[in-house]
């Protein structure tokens, strides 16, 4: 009896030391600070460098893999019409968001300077209007459009029209 | 083939032929140590460590339910917050109701009902392993997810589009999913080997108009789980889980889905499913009122039609759960109707009882003092329940504490006090020993008063407001002493359940023995030893009445009749027609062997992995085909022989 | 259906605990009223009925002790008539009561089937997660009023409220005037009642919506006709200008901040729909659906971290510097 015991218990807990890596996709942090308030280290938008490229520190968003912040970020998404100039991730106005083409960076920061900045030709500035934490949600959300972040914490549609093929992909788009 | 000797009925077994005796009992024997564990297709061991598993998830939910009672015993604790509250009410409900109170009572009915009907084993003795597997597997993975915060949190019914894959992000709904397909399973293999046990194993002479009335509660619970249980096994496991993972619109409003069809299709499963949990209650009170009352139950074919009209009627009553929605009103009528209309079969048997107990000689052993503590709690429950037949008053209490109320008054009356009761009545048969009886009695007393504390404020908090799978109030509602009550009645019943606990296990060392039939029984399990063989029955005894043992009422026969002739050489069991149980012919049972075993396991990994991407759909039945074709695997001319030669045998 | 029993039991039971303002004991109206009726009929009946049953339990089990304890002879047969009779008279009894039931509440639906004949006033009630947006129809769109978080209405005659919900299913439940309604996207149902005298009555979601289930209030205001008018006349009014130089710099960050992607006032350019309107925001009780009384405080509170008010709501918090913190709440104050 004490063997068979001994022997469950060993693969409890390695069962459980695997399941733990995924702990981060189902928080639900309501009241914590976002990732970074403002990234102070220079985000570059160009490849293009003069001299040895300088390599950027590149720092992850800690909502990439939040289920949660995801979610939210799609509701978000909706709300402040994004979708009046990039569709459901389409593109019409603006460029699609889904494709692997991204004109000023896919990195988290760099979406997040893209979003507060502004771009030329149409994207507005959305700095001191949308809170940050709620950026950095709407930069997950978007990196989840082009397949960018762990797919088990993106959702596979949102609950109106027009499904979002690019939030639940079956293969990975070729990058 | 079969010759009718008698024999006295405490010698029916383990005599004269010592030779056939210890060939049989070699046949039956499981394998050594932990081969043995995982191999054993012995009705009693899997029921036994199946018993167990449900007492685990249901301290554990208990558990979960004193931390909610605590949240809630003062307005704006902050005990635990919002997210913790709902995952812990979320899977408080889902293993009370999916992991703890329809597979305990199955797994009694896999211990009793074989030893009542007079079989050596259940029918599909390998299916019966690959169901436990499959409810443990189920168990873990909601327990663990729950303790990794990966628990689900959209309430045990999971309503849409809260749980859809929008407004549950991550995958706490699709743990919630691929639970209920575990337990679906678990639950449907356990019907379908105790109907073909029921049916097809009986011993010889016993009719259908001679079984106990607790196996003709496990045949109506039988049939109810096959027409119930796929209705939530598809809603969950295909279109709920297919939505969230594969972005199909079942329940999409904007698409076409409805979330409507959720509801309807979890209640078509979620009403039979309460009496599911309540039926084989009723059969166990039948057992210990016939045994403690010393009487034959009163009024037998009453008894029968009204299991049997519960169980139909009990189809029929599903939109109660939804008279708030849009629904047409002469729809709603039709419901009403038949929600007033199941009180009356169950009525008649509390009525048939209590003549029982009139015209007997009772003994108020702690079994049935149960018994009789499901008459006092349930019927009010009954009572409640009736009252929110009605549209009118419904649309006041639905979603509010009356309604937890009434459910938990007749399920801790109708399923827990008579599951106590039950083990009271059978510890001896599954042990040798008695269950303290000074123990048996407080808790009784503690679980009584308790239960009554805890859920009886409930009916007026519902009145005054008070909503439910709520994770704090504000104090000016005034709900606040009532919800202290409550909290101290759970804090009793967690006592009383503690008191329960160790009474088993002192018992089961130090406990009185027993002897084979403490209570001069009824029934054919108290022909058997105790704990029984595990081959139940040397001889196949013959059924000449509703109550084999006895001669009139309450005295024990002289001589049970037995049958011989079944082999001793392999694991056969008899086989009897349907309707009179006449001698058919003889089924060979397969070997033990670990086939179910890695069949479930491969299902695991199918279905958890289902949790996180379709291809393990892909994967894993291709494993599980391949466990499959090993279970299933064609042996030669006698493929269920069970013994070849041992190594070192002749 | 007479007063008198529902005054009996509201007075019995107004000892025991419960708000007077949120308690379907308390009826406010004829649907809540008829509904508490049938309550006390049920409950009358029923309680005979328990009393009889463990009554007759306690009795048998009586008898059979002292049955055998004096060693008395039995006679099967008669016995078995005795009993026969009995739980058939038993089962008898038990079909008649229930079918008495049964039609007392047919009686009851009957009564309570919505009076589209008569004079009635319609309000349209669209749940959220996790507050109510409330609008008040009109044929001119200049006269429809669009609110939230408090449901005005008059007494004396039936209300209809066409509920549907936005996103995840939540029921709308007001104990003191009727039964509760599920709120159900692409859904559209009538809940109706009518209040007999002016008061706020307590109302809140009743079906789990997710996070703040628990914090979706919505007190309900009840009129006289009169004063009525008065109201819808004041909320179809635009915002109130700004009365001083704080309260105008407020309306700037208003704008000029996130508040204004989010809440609508009418008469500014703010005319997002995503959060509840703000157009008279310091005439409400309440803040929050229910959650806080309003108040300047409380206001401050919410603006700054509704987190830690409410955790999951929507609402972000807004870090403001105390000037333009005091600035806001200057304007929002003045929002009657």
């Known amino acids: ?175 | 083939m079969t010759t009718e000797t008698s024999a006295p009925v405490a010698e029916a077994i383990g005599s004269d032929d010592d030779a056939a005796l210890a060939e049989l009992e070699r046949v039956w024997r499981p394998r050594p140590g932990l081969r043995g564990w995982l191999t054993t297709t012995d009705h009693k061991a899997i029921a036994r460590r199946y018993v167990v598993t449900a007492f685990v998830w249901f301290a554990l939910a208990g558990l979960n339910a004193v931390v909610m009672r605590l949240q809630l015993a003062q307005p704006e604790r902050g005990l635990v917050g919002p997210d913790r509250y709902n995952q812990l009410f979320t899977v408080h409900g889902s293993a009370m109701m999916f992991l703890f109170a329809v597979p305990v009572m199955q797994a009694m009915a896999i211990y009793l009902v074989p030893l009542l009907v007079g079989a050596r084993n259940i029918s599909y003795p390998r299916l019966n392993a690959f169901g436990y597997w499959m409810f443990l597997i189920g168990g873990v993975l909601l327990f663990a997810s729950f303790y990794l915060n990966m628990g689900p949190d959209t309430g045990w019914f999971a309503y849409v589009p809260l749980s859809g894959p929008q407004y549950t992000p991550g995958k706490r709904a699709d743990v919630w999913a691929q639970m209920v397909t575990f337990t679906e399973i678990a639950g449907l293999v356990a019907a379908v080997e105790l109907l073909a046990t029921i049916f097809k194993t009986r011993a010889p002479g016993m009719s259908l108009d001679r079984m106990p009335l607790y196996v003709w509660s496990i045949l109506v619970t039988s049939l109810m789980i096959l027409f119930a249980l796929p209705a939530v096994a598809i809603a969950s496991t295909l279109m709920l889980a297919m939505d969230r993972l594969v972005a199909t619109h079942f329940f999409n409003p904007a698409e076409g889905g409805d979330p409507l069809l959720w509801q309807h299709l979890f209640w078509f499963f979620g009403h039979p499913e309460v009496y599911i949990m309540f039926i084989p209650g009723l059969g166990f009170v039948s057992s210990i009122v016939e045994t403690f009352a010393r009487r034959r139950v009163f009024g037998y074919p009453v008894m029968v039609a009204s299991l049997v009209l519960t169980g139909f009627v009990a189809f029929g009553l599903w939109v109660h759960h939804m008279f708030a929605t849009p629904i047409p009103q002469l729809g709603r009528g039709f419901f009403t109707a038949a929600s007033v209309l199941i009180a009356i079969p169950t009525g008649v048997q509390i009525f048939c009882w209590i003549a029982t107990i009139w015209s007997g000689r009772p003994r108020f052993a702690t079994a049935m003092l149960f018994a009789i503590g499901f008459i006092v709690v349930f019927t009010i429950g009954g009572i409640t329940g009736v009252m929110q037949a009605s549209v009118a008053f419904d649309l006041q209490v639905h979603d509010t504490f009356f309604v937890v109320a009434h459910f938990h008054y007749v399920i801790l009356g109708g399923v827990l006090f008579p599951l106590f009761g039950a083990v009271y009545l059978w510890f001896p048969k599954f042990t040798g020993r008695l269950l303290d009886e000074r123990l048996g009695r407080w808790h009784v007393a503690l679980f009584f008063i308790g239960t009554n504390l805890a859920f009886f404020p409930m009916h007026l908090l519902g009145l005054q407001g008070m909503p439910r799978r709520i994770y704090t109030y504000r104090p000016e509602l005034g709900w606040g002493d009532l919800n202290l009550l409550a909290t101290v009645g759970a804090a009793i019943i967690g006592v009383s359940v503690l008191l329960f606990v160790v009474n088993v296990l002192r018992s089961r060392r130090h406990g009185a023995l027993a002897g084979d039939d403490p209570w001069q029984g009824s029934t054919l399990e108290w022909a058997a030893t105790s704990p029984p063989a595990t081959y139940n029955f040397r001889d196949t005894p013959v059924c000449r009445s509703v109550t084999p043992l006895w001669s009139g009422d309450g005295e024990p026969a002289e001589a049970l009749p037995v049958v011989t002739g079944l082999a001793t050489h392999r694991r056969q069991i008899l086989v009897t027609t349907v309707l009179d149980a006449v001698p058919d012919n003889r089924h060979n049972h397969p070997a033990d062997t670990s086939a179910p075993f890695w069949m479930a396991a491969t299902l695991g990994v199918t279905f958890i992995g289902a949790i996180f991407t379709p291809w393990a759909y892909v994967i894993g039945f291709a494993l599980a085909g391949i466990a499959f074709a090993i279970w299933a695997w064609p042996r030669g001319d006698h493929p269920e022989d069970a013994v070849l030669p041992r190594r070192g045998e002749s | 259906m007479s007063a008198r029993p529902l005054l009996l039991g509201c007075v019995a039971l107004a000892g025991c605990g419960g708000a007077r303002n949120q308690s379907a004991l308390a009826p406010e109206g004829p649907v809540a009223g008829e509904v508490a009726s049938l309550w006390w009929f049920a409950l009358a009946v029923a309680t005979a009925v328990y009393l009889a049953t463990v009554g007759a339990l306690a009795w048998a089990a009586w008898r059979a002790r002292r049955r055998a304890a004096r060693g008395e002879a039995t006679d099967p047969a008669r016995d078995h008539r005795r009993m026969t009779v009995a739980v058939s008279v038993g089962g008898a009894l038990t079909v008649v009561i229930l079918l008495g039931f049964f039609v007392r509440d047919l009686a009851a639906a009957r009564a309570l089937r919505i009076p589209v004949t008569r004079d009635h006033v319609k309000i349209r009630v669209t749940g959220h997660q996790w507050w109510w947006s409330i609008e008040y129809p009109h044929p001119d769109p200049s006269q429809r009023v669009t609110d939230a978080n408090e449901l005005h209405v008059p007494t004396g005659i039936p209300v209809l409220v066409e509920v549907t919900s936005h996103d995840v299913i939540h029921s709308l439940w007001a104990p003191n005037l009727a039964g509760k309604k599920d709120l159900i996207p692409r859904y559209v149902d009538t809940l109706w009642f009518q209040v007999d005298r002016p008061g706020v009555y307590g109302a809140q979601c009743a079906e789990f919506c997710g996070h703040q289930h628990a914090k979706m209030a919505l007190p309900v205001v009840a009129h006289a006709p009169r004063d009525y008018a008065g109201w819808l006349a004041r909320a179809r009014r635009p915002a109130a200008e700004p009365s001083d130089s704080m309260a105008r710099r407020g309306r700037e960050i208003f704008l000029s901040g996130p508040c204004a992607l989010c809440h609508a006032i009418t008469g500014t350019p703010a005319g997002s729909r995503v959060g509840p309107e703000l157009t008279h925001l310091a005439s409400r009780r309440t803040l929050a659906a229910g959650t806080l009384p309003n108040g300047k405080g409380n206001l401050a509170a919410w603006i700054l971290d509704p987190q830690r008010i409410k955790p999951g709501t929507a609402m972000p918090a807004t870090a403001l510097p105390p000037a333009d913190l005091e600035a806001l709440l200057a304007y929002l104050g003045g929002l009657q």
């Open chain 1, 1 to 175: 009896m004490s063997s068979r015991c001994g022997s469950a218990r060993g693969s409890v807990l390695l069962a459980a030391a695997v399941l733990l890596a995924g702990c981060d996709r189902e928080q639900r942090r309501f009241s914590e600070a976002p990732p970074s308030a403002s990234p102070s280290e220079i985000v570059r938008v160009s490849a293009l460098q003069p001299g040895p490229a300088i390599i950027a520190s590149s720092s992850s968003n800690r909502y990439d893999g939040n289920a949660y912040a995801i979610s939210q970020g799609q509701r978000l998404y909706t709300w402040f019409n994004c979708a009046g100039c990039h569709a459901n991730g389409g593109g019409g106005m603006g460029p699609p968001l889904m494709d692997t083409t991204w004109i000023y960076g896919s990195a988290p920061a760099q979406i997040y300077r893209s979003i507060v900045e502004g771009r030329p030709n149409g994207m507005p500035s959305w700095g001191g209007r949308i809170p940050n934490e709620q950026v950095w949600m709407l930069v997950a959300y978007v990196r989840s459009m082009a397949g960018l972040t762990p797919a088990d914490a993106r959702s596979s549609r949102p609950d109106h029209m027009m499904a979002l093929p690019g939030s639940q992909i079956l293969v990975e788009p070729q990058r």
